[in-house]
C-alpha cells in the first residue's frame, strides 16, 4: 500500500501524462495566453478541476462502494488502459505541437477549461478507465490516499498549465517541438511500464 507521499508523487506523475497530452485545453490555454495574461493557465485548470470534482464525488457516493470488493479487477483493467493509453501517448508524439498560430477567443476561462475538458472524449475514457481504478486503490487506505492522489494529480495540471500560459504570454516558447515530443514519449513510456506493474499486482 502506498504512504500519502508516494501516493501525491504518484498522482503527479500521472497527471502530467495527461496534462501533456495534445488536446482542447492545451489549445484553449495557449490560445488564450497569447493576448498576454499569464494566469490564464490558472484559471482554465480551475474549470477543469470543477468537472473532475463532480466525477469524484459520483465515485465516492456509489462507484466506490460497488466496486471496492472487486479492486483486483478494477486494478487489471486500469493497467491495461495505462498500457494502451501508454501506447497511444507514443504513437501521438510524431505530430505534438505547442505552436499555435492563430488567436481564437476563448472567453470565460474558467468555463474554457470546463468545457474542454467535457468535450473531450479522451478525458471521459482516460477517467472511466485509469483515473476511477486510481481513485479506488486509494480509497483501499481512505479518503485521505485518494486525497492525496488528486492533490498531486491537480498539481500536475495547474503546474504545466500555469507554465504554458507564463510563457505563452510573455511571448517565449516553453519547448521546442522536439524536446516536447520527446517528453510525451517519456510520458508514454512511464504508463505503460506502470501499467504493467498494475497488471502484475493483480495476477494478470
Not at 178 to 195: D, E, N, P, Q, S
Request: hydrophobic share 55%.
Amino acid at each position: 500500500m502506498y504512504d500519502i507521499f508516494q501516493m501525491v508523487i504518484l498522482g503527479f506523475v500521472i497527471g502530467l501524462t495527461g496534462a501533456l497530452a495534445p488536446g482542447p485545453t492545451l489549445v484553449a490555454t495557449i490560445n488564450a495566453s497569447l493576448k498576454g495574461d499569464w494566469t490564464i493557465g490558472l484559471k482554465i485548470t480551475l474549470g477543469h478541476v470543477i468537472v473532475e470534482l463532480f466525477l469524484i464525488i459520483l465515485i465516492l457516493l456509489g462507484l466506490a462502494t460497488v466496486a471496492l470488493p472487486y479492486t483486483s479487477a478494477i486494478g487489471g483493467i486500469g493497467g491495461i488502459a495505462l498500457v494502451a493509453f501508454g501506447a497511444f501517448t507514443i504513437a501521438g508524439s510524431r505530430k505534438a505541437t505547442m505552436h499555435i498560430s492563430t488567436i481564437k477567443s476563448v472567453g470565460n476561462p474558467y468555463l474554457a477549461g470546463l468545457v474542454t475538458s467535457a468535450a473531450n472524449p479522451y478525458f471521459w475514457i482516460w477517467w472511466l478507465s485509469i483515473g476511477s481504478a486510481m481513485v479506488i486503490a486509494g480509497l483501499e487506505g481512505g479518503l485521505v490516499l485518494a486525497g492525496a492522489f488528486m492533490i498531486g494529480h491537480w498539481t500536475a495540471d495547474t503546474a504545466w498549465y500555469t507554465l504554458v500560459s507564463t510563457g505563452v504570454s510573455k511571448g517565449r516558447t516553453i519547448l521546442p517541438d522536439t524536446a516536447y515530443r520527446k517528453l510525451i514519449v517519456f510520458c508514454g513510456i512511464f504508463l505503460i511500464l506502470f501499467g504493467i506493474y498494475y497488471m502484475s499486482r493483480s495476477g494478470i
